[in-house]
T-cell receptor, first 113, second 112 residues
Framework: AQKVTQAQTEISVVEKEDVTLDCVYETRDTTYYLFWYKQPPSGELVFLIRRNSFDEQNEISGRYSWNFQKSTSSFNFTITASQVVDSAVYFCALSGATGKLIFGQGTTLQVKP | NAGVTQTPKFRILKIGQSMTLQCTQD?????MYWYRQDPGMGLKLIYYSVGAGITDKGEVPNGYNVSRSTTEDFPLRLELAAPSQTSVYFC???????????FGEGSRLTVL
């Protein structure tokens, strides 16, 4: 069975601090895909990144970076020099061979000025 | 481009009533999904479809039904509404099960 665990329910930081959001997953599929989505207070869901199980190379996009480690079944997300606009709920998600895509319970990030 | 369109955006139901949440997409995506998001919680998969005529249960299918007669439409039926079904419902589509999801704006349902 597939499972995504985001153990951090809420994180509060002060602007310009770095913050890492943890994501641990479980799957029996050898091919799978991992995602991060952002849900700002307005409620829409914004796609951030997709990673397949064969590509463990870390990725950086501006202030965002992602660390994928198959050995620990983790796909962590780091925001460098956080800003108030980063305040949102962040979801990690997992898709396997069948196309069934499940989400973790989300981490609420509050960035204070 | 409309993308994924959900209707209605808001609805109040009485216990025991039934209704259908409509979802349509104009991107010719094969994969479509229904999620529910309870207040302060994550998204739970209700049903998904990998193509017209094919549907499968997700994590929380009880109390719901779906159909997929066309590529574009994926309606979600609530039978005998219960207060536990009060939630925000999101429909989403993807060109492949491993690709980015495109979400609708959500439908807020309250069952009283």
């Amino acid at each position: 069975a597939q499972k995504v665990t985001q153990a951090q329910t809420e994180i509060s930081v002060v602007e310009k601090e770095d913050v890492t959001l943890d994501c641990v997953y479980e799957t029996r599929d050898t091919t799978y895909y991992l995602f991060w989505y952002k849900q700002p207070p307005s409620g829409e869901l914004v796609f951030l990144i997709r990673r397949n199980s064969f590509d463990e190379q870390n990725e950086i996009s501006g202030r965002y970076s992602w660390n994928f480690q198959k050995s620990t079944s983790s796909f962590n997300f780091t925001i460098t020099a956080s800003q108030v606009v980063d305040s949102a709920v962040y979801f990690c998600a997992l898709s396997g061979a069948t196309g069934k895509l499940i989400f973790g319970q989300g981490t609420t990030l509050q960035v204070k000025p | 481009n409309a993308g994924v369109t959900q209707t209605p955006k808001f609805r109040i139901l009485k216990i025991g009533q039934s209704m259908t949440l409509q979802c349509t997409q104009d991107m010719n995506h094969n994969y479509m999904y229904w999620y529910r998001q309870d207040p302060g919680m994550g998204l739970k998969l209700i049903y998904y479809s990998v193509g017209a005529g094919i549907t499968d249960k997700g994590e929380v299918p009880n109390g719901y039904n779906v159909s997929r007669s066309t590529t574009e439409d994926f309606p979600l039926r609530l039978e005998l509404a219960a207060p536990s079904q009060t939630s925000v419902y999101f429909c989403a589509s993807s060109d492949r099960g491993t690709g980015e999801l495109f979400f609708g704006e959500g439908s807020r349902l309250t069952v009283l």
